[in-house]
């Protein structure tokens, strides 16, 4: 396998990685916002572990995407630019 199609296969990897955490950090927020108790009253006090796991997957999700597009702004190193006097 080519390093472009290994870079390829690891960037795709990476980004559907990071769409499964903001599927997680969505789902888990609307957990957090629909908590019923057990008469089937939405509980505003309740469900407070959804709104943690939300806001961490959240956050791994944003670090995730933060290193994954920082791929895409590297400079090519074999194109450096040699100074001479």
């Known amino acids: 396998m080519s ?6 296969t690891n960037i795709s990897g990476s980004i559907i990685a990071v769409t499964v955490m903001i599927a997680v950090s969505v789902w888990q927020f609307y957990l957090f916002a629909t908590f019923t108790d057990v008469n089937g009253v939405v509980d505003l006090q309740g469900g ?4 943690w796991l939300a806001l961490a997957t959240a956050l791994i999700a944003c670090v995730g995407a933060f290193f994954v597009f920082s791929v895409f702004l590297r400079h090519d190193t074999d194109d450096e630019l040699h100074i001479t006097s």
Do not use: E
């Not at 390093?3 to 390829?8: C, D």
């Not at 407070?48 to 709104?51: A, D, E, M, S, V």
């Open 3 to 8: 390093f472009v199609q290994k870079n390829r």
């Open 48 to 51: 407070i572990r959804h709104l």
